[in-house]
């Protein structure tokens, strides 16, 4: 493993199999490259994979740029890409990630070969747009310990919870001090509710894979169903459990239909 840091923010670059295609990790709100280890063994089993901290997480900057959007995120990871010397590779992004690969694939779609979005959305729809401004308001009010307390109800199944209610609460304090700060979250969050690129999907004409779980209680499958649709060469696999976590908790099966995407079945 190599890292780096260009312009506030940090990067892995995980070396594969030699002349291997480059495979870009994009995470969520919770910005972290470290999301992704779950899917690392089979993704450098046949890729160069590439994770980073989105600017305001982890170990990049703490500062954001100045005006803050998904389009900025997209940026950030062209500017990784730059420092890498990648020229092209597959972008995997989740959520806010998944936001910023399309954000990317509009703006540099010369430098993309196949997307995997993953519990994504062109629009904040009804529901997105409630639990949204619900933890927005949340962490205003009652501030980060509640932030991270509240946080399993959105991304994990009821019964997952109810069977792992140790693990969280002990994982609780760790996150709590690895939270970004408040008005970071607080920008990330108005960065998503104001993405909006339902008019502008035909443009994309890459391959893409659009990834949800049935039961996922923050962003409603539906939204993926709308991508898979509106999207000129997009598929669409739904998993039957897991919630928005389900890449992390039914990892074997997700891993197996991304490195299938990814390498064009072969």
């Not at 480059?22 to 910005?31: K, R, Y």
């Not at 519990?119 to 401004?133: E, F, I, Q």
């Amino acid at each position: 493993m190599h890292t780096g840091t260009t312009d506030g923010l940090h990067y892995e670059i995980h070396d594969g199999p030699a002349d291997a295609e480059t495979v870009i990790l994009s995470a969520g709100l919770g910005g972290t490259g470290a999301v992704w280890e779950p899917q690392m063994a089979a993704l450098t089993a046949r890729f160069r994979v590439l994770r980073y901290d989105q600017r305001g997480t982890g170990r990049s900057d703490a500062a954001l740029t100045v005006p803050y959007s998904v389009e900025a995120m997209g940026r950030d990871i062209l500017a990784v890409m730059d420092a890498t010397d990648t020229l092209r590779a597959h972008l995997v992004g989740q959520a806010a990630g998944g936001m910023a690969t399309l954000a990317l694939a509009l703006d540099r779609p010369e430098r993309l070969q196949r997307l995997v979005v993953v519990s994504g959305w062109s629009h904040a729809d009804p529901h997105l747009t409630r639990v949204l401004k619900a933890q927005t308001r949340l962490l205003e009010a009652f501030g980060p310990a509640a932030w991270v307390e509240a946080a399993p109800l959105f991304h994990y199944p009821a019964d997952w919870i109810s069977r792992n209610d140790a693990r969280l609460r002990a994982e609780a304090a760790r996150q709590i001090i690895a939270l970004p700060a408040t008005g970071v979250i607080l920008a990330r969050l108005d960065a998503l509710l104001r993405f909006d690129i339902d008019d502008r999907l035909d443009e994309i004409d890459l391959p893409v894979l659009v990834c949800a779980a049935a039961d996922d209680l923050l962003v409603p499958p539906r939204c993926s169903r709308w991508l898979a649709t509106a999207l000129p060469n997009a598929t669409l696999d739904l998993a039957p459990w897991g919630g928005h976590a389900f890449p992390q908790l039914a990892a074997d099966a997700f891993n197996a239909t991304l490195v299938a995407f990814l390498t064009g079945g072969d």
